[in-house]
């Protein structure tokens, strides 16, 4: 998905995430320090659709690309918007190692807050999902841009 680099660039730590109460107390357990952080919906972060309803048999059809649109015997009902990102859980946590020094670069493999990465031109928004970061002895510097990459289509 945009904003989400699979692999971590070589040199770089990799600084996992848990999510939800289990998760981040059974990190705990494990050794690791749990940089807890609120997981909060960003309004910065919609995607749009259109809903259309076939006129005899009743099937919806959800359009998130304004340029498919279905058949003369669909008839519109309506416009929406919704955040394409929901989670199950409220707080989440960077496992933060030992011997992690102030001033290291890091990957988080899995961005907590909601940084819009990339937009798409008809109205879609995506979160960055991983990136590099510097950890300044309280907390990460995430390394976003910082203006969004725009997609035409």
Not at 3 to 14: K, S, Y
Not at 33 to 56: A, D, G, M, T, W
Request: net charge negative.
């Amino acid at each position: 998905m945009f904003g989400h680099q699979q692999n971590a660039p070589e040199g770089l730590r990799i600084i996992k995430t848990a999510r939800g109460q289990v998760a981040i107390n059974e990190a705990a357990e494990e050794g690791w320090f749990p940089l807890v952080k609120k997981v909060e919906p960003s309004p910065e972060l919609r995607n749009k659709y259109i809903c259309f309803q076939h006129l005899k048999r009743g099937q919806v059809e959800l359009i998130h690309d304004f340029r498919d649109m279905p058949p003369a015997d669909y008839q519109l009902l309506f416009y929406g918007e919704y955040y394409p990102n929901p989670q199950e859980h409220y707080i989440a946590a960077y496992l933060l190692p030992k011997n992690l020094k102030k001033g290291e670069g890091v990957w988080l493999e899995e961005v907590i807050g909601d940084i819009v990465a990339t937009s798409w031109n008809q109205g879609n928004t995506y979160r960055l999902e991983s990136a590099a970061a510097v950890w300044n002895g309280r907390d990460f510097d995430i390394e976003a841009p910082e203006e969004p990459t725009i997609f035409i289509g």
